[in-house]
């Protein structure tokens, strides 16, 4: 049904009444009627009860505003200016409208954030569906409560790039941590990163604390990593066959010294890097490296490591260089010199360079920016 004239006429007159009960009932009728469905207010009229309520909002006690906000902010089709008002009202009437409220658009939220305070931030980051848009500036607040209330909101849109950056930010703000890796929607890659950034702080806190055996600490973080990434995203890429074949063999335990040095001698340099990257645990990237760098002592130190002995080291160094894409020649005082720094470096120590290079770069890479905070805050 339709307002009649004589309600309109009542609602005038009670606006003329300044009153806080007049207020009171004033403000309660015209919510009423824009929730009573059965009330079919004509243009003019929806005009007039928006112009009631903007002039009553800053003229009516907090608990009547309160209570109007509560209403409203459940109502999409509120008139947009009176939700703007109520927005920018104190937090305890904001609150309810900032959280709810679908008549508020994005530039409105952000236009909030910009000037108002950081209540009104925190009820703005706990909204439902919030776009990326609003992410953004509240990111751009540099307030961490803000953005780890941002973080913990499983609807809120937030931006690959931002995201990106959070997860920077967290190597130093341990209370985005948390929160990023629950993110049903943090990107794979990123995850990754995270974890490692997580596991190299745990790591830190531990030396700092404990008193511990530090390999075996680096293996058991490493380990807890890879726990928690694994399954994170399916690598889509066809195994080869050098490594499948090496990997066989290494569970069948049948990689020896020897087995290098025949497959080298057959030309089957593939296979050789699969072979001595299952070997010594090392990525074959790491192995491609150790096994073509100018001067060969990454290679001598991965031998002297698994305990290869000098004949067969020298053999796999001359046929390793062989396989180098050049034309130069070797020459007699490089494998002289490679030689006398094998026999000077103690297994011991081969040893941990090696379970060192073993190390994820990710994990390493945390590990120095965390080394590097630390300093950071003791220079302080």
């Not at 604390?209 to 490493?222: C, G, K, Q, R, S």
Request: proline residues 5%.
């Amino acid at each position: 049904m339709a307002a009649t004239s004589e309600d309109v006429t009542y609602l005038l007159r009670l606006a003329r009444d300044k009153s806080i009960e007049s207020r009171k009932q004033l403000v309660a009728i015209v919510s009423d009627l824009f929730f009573d469905k059965g009330t079919a207010l004509t243009a003019h009229e929806r005009a007039l009860m928006t112009d009631i309520l903007k002039k009553l909002i800053n003229d009516v006690a907090v608990p009547v505003r309160k209570a109007l906000a509560e209403r409203l902010a459940t109502v999409p089709s509120a008139p947009h200016d009176v939700i703007v008002a109520l927005a920018n009202d104190e937090i305890d009437v904001a609150k309810p409208v900032l959280m709810r409220s679908e008549a508020l658009l994005d530039i409105d939220l952000i236009e909030i954030i910009h000037h108002r305070s950081q209540e009104h931030q925190l009820a703005i980051a706990m909204r439902r569906n919030l776009s990326e848009q609003v992410s953004d500036a509240l990111v751009e607040t540099g307030n961490n409560d803000v953005i780890k209330a941002l973080l913990e909101n499983p609807e809120a849109h937030i931006a690959e790039a931002t995201m990106c950056y959070l997860v920077d930010q967290a190597r130093r703000v341990d209370s985005f941590q948390e929160p990023l890796v629950r993110r049903h929607d943090l990107p794979p890659v990123l995850a990754r990163k995270l974890y490692f950034w997580v596991s190299a702080a745990l790591r830190q806190h531990i030396i700092e604390n404990f008193d511990i055996d530090l390999a075996a600490l680096d293996e058991a973080v490493e380990a807890a990593a890879h726990d928690a990434v694994r399954g994170i995203a399916a690598v889509s890429s066809e195994p080869n066959k050098p490594a499948v074949l090496a990997r066989r063999l290494a569970e069948a335990r049948q990689i020896t010294p020897r087995l290098l040095v025949q497959t080298l001698r057959q030309g089957e340099i593939a296979l050789f890097e699969a072979l001595l990257a299952e070997m010594s645990g090392l990525r074959p990237r790491l192995v491609r490296r150790l096994i073509f760098e100018p001067g060969g002592e990454g290679l001598a130190v991965c031998c002297r490591a698994l305990e290869i002995d000098k004949p067969t080291f020298a053999t796999i160094f001359l046929l390793s260089r062989c396989a180098l894409p050049s034309e130069r020649s070797l020459d007699p005082r490089e494998l002289s010199r490679v030689l006398s720094f094998f026999e000077h470096v103690r297994p011991e120590a081969a040893g941990t360079v090696l379970a060192r290079w073993r190390r994820d770069p990710d994990l390493l890479h945390a590990i120095r920016a965390v080394e590097e905070v630390q300093r950071d805050v003791a220079a302080v």
